[in-house]
């Protein structure tokens, strides 16, 4: 029994098709002859030859994209503590340093040199200038100079009677001293 190649070809067409068809005949029509029908319609109204067509491709549409900023996590800096305060609450007591982070500590070489200076401010400020008999405050104070001495001189006659007590004590004739002394 031969068959003809027409049915051949139609049951080939079919075959290919039912293979490509991706089952959306099938969900509207669970039947199999509806699947045969409607593939049988489509082969017969086919065209029997491709005209190839000429159009231009369609333009390619760009649109910007904008790029997505992501969260990045900061990475911890780690921050030397540095001293924020010296000798809280003022005074010359025992030397205390406050840090950044928070913590307190003792002596350090900064807060004491800020003491020394402090001291030495306290120092000038009351200690007064002395270079005569009154003693001058940078404030512009006064006080009498304690270790200011007047040497007093004698008069002329009282020097002469001196020098002349002193020329005999040392082994001189009268003579000699008169003509010394004059």
């Known amino acids: 029994m031969k068959l003809p190649i027409a049915v051949v070809a139609v049951c080939a067409v079919l075959f290919v098709l039912s293979g490509c068809s991706g089952g959306e005949d099938r969900a509207a029509d669970p039947s199999p002859a509806a699947s045969a029908t ?3 319609t489509a ?3 086919a065209p029997s030859s491709v005209v190839p ?4 491709p369609p333009v390619p549409v760009t649109t910007a994209v904008e790029p997505v ?3 990045v996590e900061p990475s911890p800096v780690y921050e030397e503590p540095y001293i924020v305060e010296c000798q809280r609450g003022g005074g010359l007591g025992p030397i205390v340093t406050s840090w950044s982070d928070g913590t307190e500590t003792g002596w350090s070489s900064y807060c004491q040199s800020v003491h020394d200076q402090a001291l030495q401010s306290e120092v000038d400020a009351n200690t007064p200038t002395c270079e005569s008999a009154v003693c001058v405050y940078p404030n512009g104070a006064t006080i009498p100079n304690p270790n200011y001495r007047v040497v007093q001189t004698p008069s002329p006659w009282v020097q002469g009677q001196i020098d002349w007590q002193n020329c005999l004590e040392a082994g001189n004739t009268d003579e000699f001293c008169r003509a010394t002394l004059n």
């Not at 067509?53 to 231009?56: F, L, N, S």
């Open 53 to 56: 067509t000429t159009e231009a």
């Open 38 to 40: 409607s593939t049988i």
């Open 69 to 71: 900023e992501t969260y």
């Open 43 to 45: 082969t017969t109204t």
